[in-house]
């Protein structure tokens, strides 16, 4: 899993900040942590490296003043700014089907507003809005950049680490998709046909 997460952040090339969590138990080892960190090219900036590696423990609230002054020095350092006003686009945190609800999304808007009722592609899924829910699970009907929400809607569970954006109607989102679709299904023919050939 933190694997999979460390390659979503490269591939959006995103700054990454890691929250050492856990440091309460005796079994703790930051040390073994931050090695295997380095195998994975992110050198804490206590060896070095340019990668902030805070050591934070939620059971005990330790280190989240830490962690948030982290966050604040790396947004002022690379200028990260987003437009309420702008084109809305985001990241897909998770995924999950509900059976009850359906496909849930939860989002991390990073630019623009996301309002109830916009059209939302996130990879080959896609879906109306039909209702959004905050971190508390309380019902909202906006959430500007910077907001995690929950989503109802989707026609499939989005994958973690899909950028999502707005299109203006379902008929422009199902041609989105389609286009997708399709273009994964000749990239897994090319793959097929060249491993035929080796």
Known sequence: QTREAI????????PIIVALN??????SNPDRVKTQLSELELIPDDWGGN???????????KGITDLLASILLVADNTSIKANPKGAVTGTVIEGELDKNRGAIATLLVQNGTLKNGDVVVAGTAHGKIKAMYDFRLKPIHKATPSTPISILGMTAVPEAGEIFEVVKSEKIAREVVNERVQAKKANTQAARLTLEDL
């Open 7 to 14: 390659a979503h952040a490269k591939a959006a090339r995103v």
């Open 22 to 27: 856990k440091i309460d138990k005796p079994n």
């Open 51 to 61: 990668t902030i590696v805070v050591p934070v423990s939620a059971k005990e609230r």
